[in-house]
């Protein structure tokens, strides 16, 4: 039986998606060691995970890039937080693997410290992206600003000089990175990306036609989406309504994106024909003053209840809920705000899957107009999910990890 350690950023939508691989490698037979959110250790464990809490000063290193103005600059924010966590991520993957002695790492991509701890451990390792990844490939965009697709030697030209100018977040994760490989004794480099072509195996869970085809390093792995959440029973008020569900979902970690929830319901007040159920699951985020005809307001409703009946999710352009909404069909209005978001939003618009609406240009005129484009788009939105879907999920991540650690087994096992 071998053992499988993983190493999760300290944000909710970071472990979710990564639960489904574990319990396979689990259902296969590795006694799998988890260190992540405090608040979720005992529902891993009653999974039958050995789950154990990151140290509390990195969770205590939350996102601040809310207090920006431009999602650019929350970007670049973003990024200073995953470096100052780095040296702590570094530290806690270094006293797991010395307490659970495993056979094959499994770390989180945004966990720059873990990542590169697990490097210089010698053990096989793996990563996992919840994300796009920020890989430089043909015919993609530079990774960050969410620009559109400029094909024809033109738009050669405009990725060339987007990508020398550098943008800033691409600076600061490239910084983030190299924080991360100093906490482990690793040398800088000179691209953000190089980071991802040194793992030996990387899962990204996404696939194409989502994603940008083609150009994909031999290492990758697209299993498309794949999402847990804590068991929770359908609210009696969901299932006494047979109406379909306009779904609008905030940033699981605070980002500030009330404003979204507060135009939604300005919008999408009072159509009978559908169920507006707004979520608020960030800590900090209040919904007191939002109230409309058709509209109920909550802080969590189990997705696996509302995805089947929703007719368009609304949302802030998170890859965790756009992926999902589109696994099930259901087709989305991408309101991005920062982080990965800007990337996330335009592959939506790209896949013709659903619409892209500006932050900067947030209203109720114009979110009734996208939202309603939206729900025209179903039909291409399910052929997305079936492709999704095809690209094997958890079993298909754990073949990969499986398949790692046996090429790796002849070297045998070092610390």
């Not at 103005?69 to 806690?92: G, I, N, W, Y």
């Not at 399910?382 to 790796?408: F, H, I, K, N, Y």
Request: with cysteine.
């Amino acid at each position: 039986m071998s053992t499988v350690l993983c190493l999760t950023s300290p944000a909710r939508g970071h472990l979710f998606p990564v639960v489904p691989v574990l319990l396979e490698l689990q259902r296969r037979g590795s006694d799998v060691a988890v260190r992540t959110l405090g608040r979720h250790v005992a529902h891993l464990t009653d999974l039958g995970l050995r789950a154990a809490p990151l140290d509390t000063a990195t969770e205590a290193l939350v996102h601040d890039d809310w207090r920006e103005k431009s999602p650019m600059r929350s970007q670049a924010r973003a990024m200073d937080t995953f470096a100052r966590r780095a040296p702590l991520e570094a530290a806690d993957l270094r006293a797991a693997i010395a307490t659970e002695q495993p056979d094959l790492l499994l770390v989180d991509s945004m966990a720059f410290g873990a990542v590169a701890a697990a490097e210089a451990s010698g053990l096989p390792w793996a990563t996992w992206l919840p994300y796009p990844a920020w890989l430089r490939r043909p015919g993609v965009p530079p990774f960050g600003p969410g620009l559109p697709p400029a094909p024809g030697p033109l738009g050669r030209l405009r990725d060339a000089l987007v990508a020398k100018a550098g943008t800033g977040p691409e600076r600061r994760l490239t910084a983030a990175v190299n924080v991360g490989r100093s906490a482990a004794g690793l040398p800088p480099v000179g691209h953000a990306d190089d980071v991802l072509l040194r793992s030996p195996l990387a899962l990204s869970l996404t696939a194409e036609p989502f994603e940008y085809p083609g150009g994909w390093p031999a290492s990758f792995r697209l299993v498309g989406p794949m999402w847990w959440e804590p068991p929770m029973p359908e609210p009696a008020w969901l299932a006494a309504d047979d109406r379909p569900v306009v779904l609008v979902s905030t940033s699981s970690e605070f980002q500030d994106d009330g404003a979204l929830a507060r135009v939604a319901v300005s919008a999408l007040a009072g159509r009978e024909d559908v169920l507006v159920v707004v979520t608020l699951p960030a800590d900090q985020q209040r919904g007191d003053d939002l109230a409309g005809s058709g509209v109920r307001v909550e802080r969590f409703v189990p997705h696996s209840a509302v995805l089947p009946r929703a007719s368009v999710v609304v949302c802030h352009a998170g890859a965790g809920i756009t992926l999902k909404a589109l696994a099930h069909g259901v087709p989305v209005c991408a309101v991005p705000f920062g982080r990965d978001q800007l990337e996330v939003a335009r592959r939506v618009e790209r896949s013709g899957a659903g619409t892209r609406l500006p932050r900067r240009r947030l209203n109720p005129e114009r979110l009734r107009a996208a939202v309603a484009d939206a729900e025209g788009r179903r039909t291409r939105a399910q052929e997305v999910g079936r492709a999704l879907r095809a690209a094997g999920g958890a079993p298909a991540a754990a073949d990969a990890l499986e398949s790692l650690l046996a090429s790796a087994a002849p070297a045998g096992r070092s610390a």
